[in-house]
């Protein structure tokens, strides 16, 4: 899985479409899936429903779904419910199970989309409203397949969300790799390339980790939100009208799930690290435009000292006739700035 097509459509270049219903059922000639509601009911006769998909549904839409399924729907404000029993919870003898995920991450507005499954006999129902490259990519596949039920298009869509939050770590992974190696490029190289990261790099370098750990703060978020779901929809007492066990065939999604927090919480200490790191290198370069002040008055303040005395305005003063007196002046102000700047040098403050 490339991430170059990965990241492209997020930006809409594969978009299959926009919102609508697509209901996969099983026939003789193998899966076969409607689009939208005209002739539903006849082509839902021909085999029997597994999966009823709604993408940012209509009214109407939902209302055949509900009926299809004897079930109440949730609403888009009762996805967005963050607590427990909002998420996960059974009624009408179906599981309903909400989780986030990371989406339109290539975008320069990053967002947490809901997605809602439920799992009602011999059906599974997923209700989102952002686009998915994940459901695009399984939908392709399955249509590929000649049989399925509804626990295996739950394992795989599962399977296929986590593969992507995988890709979307990797990403942040790399960008954090190649950022690291920016800001702490050693001292040898980078006199070998004679560069050096100054105050305005490190300020992008502080924006660019901004940017990605309230990412990964997002992203460890989803995983939190979607581990809790596999465990609820692993346990078999989650709901007393439900005799089908999905704890072994989720087990391998959960341990990747964990995998991937894992992963996620060392991207966000690495991040903190880094952030420590560049304020650090920002306040080195800042102290280095002090010292450079510092210097600077310190290498003067003698020279301004003769000129001072040598400025007085006292009618008996040495030096003040002779012919030499300026040129004497001048050299001792000389001497008096060199001094220090050599002192400087030796010990090697410069």
């Not at 989650?238 to 991207?267: G, I, K």
């Amino acid at each position: 899985m490339r991430l170059g097509l990965i990241f492209a459509s997020e930006k809409g270049i594969l978009s299959e479409s926009t919102g609508m219903i697509r209901i996969y059922s099983q026939s003789q000639q193998g899966i076969t899936r409607t689009v939208g509601l005209d002739d539903l009911q006849e082509s839902c006769c021909e085999g029997g429903i597994f999966w009823i998909d709604l993408l940012t549904p209509t009214a109407e839409e939902l209302k055949y779904a509900e009926k299809l399924c004897s079930i109440e729907m949730p609403t888009k404000d009762e996805m967005r419910e963050i607590e427990a029993t909002s998420r996960l919870y059974c009624e009408d003898g179906g599981r309903f199970m909400t989780t986030t995920v990371l989406s339109r991450v290539e975008t320069d507005e990053p967002i947490i989309a809901e997605i809602t499954f439920i799992l009602k006999e011999t059906v599974l129902i997923t209700i989102r409203h952002t686009d998915s490259y994940s459901f695009r990519m399984f939908s392709q596949q399955l249509l590929r397949r000649q049989d399925t039920n509804r626990d295996l298009v739950f394992i795989g869509l599962l399977e296929s969300l986590v593969d992507r939050q995988a890709d979307v770590l990797e990403r942040f992974g790399a960008d954090l790799d190649a950022l690291s190696k920016k800001v702490f490029l050693s001292p040898r190289r980078r006199r070998e390339k004679e560069e050096s990261p100054d105050t305005d790099d490190l300020r992008d370098a502080l924006e660019e980790l901004g940017r990605v750990g309230d990412l990964i703060t997002r992203q460890r978020d989803a995983l939190v939100n979607l581990l809790r779901m596999i465990t609820f929809a692993g346990n078999e007492d989650s709901c007393l009208s439900s005799h089908d066990s999905l704890y072994v065939p989720l087990r391998p999604v959960s341990r990747d799930v964990n995998s991937l927090s894992e992963y996620a919480s060392f991207l966000s200490n690495k991040i903190n690290f880094m952030l420590d790191a560049v304020l650090g290198l920002i306040n080195i370069e800042q102290n280095d435009i002090v010292k450079v002040f510092t210097i600077m008055s310190v290498v003067f303040l003698p020279p301004t000292l003769i000129a001072s005395v040598f400025g007085m305005n006292f009618k008996h003063m040495p030096l003040l006739d002779s012919p030499w007196g300026f040129w004497l002046s001048i050299v001792m102000m000389v001497l008096a700035g060199a001094i220090p700047l050599i002192i400087f040098k030796l010990k090697r403050y410069i």
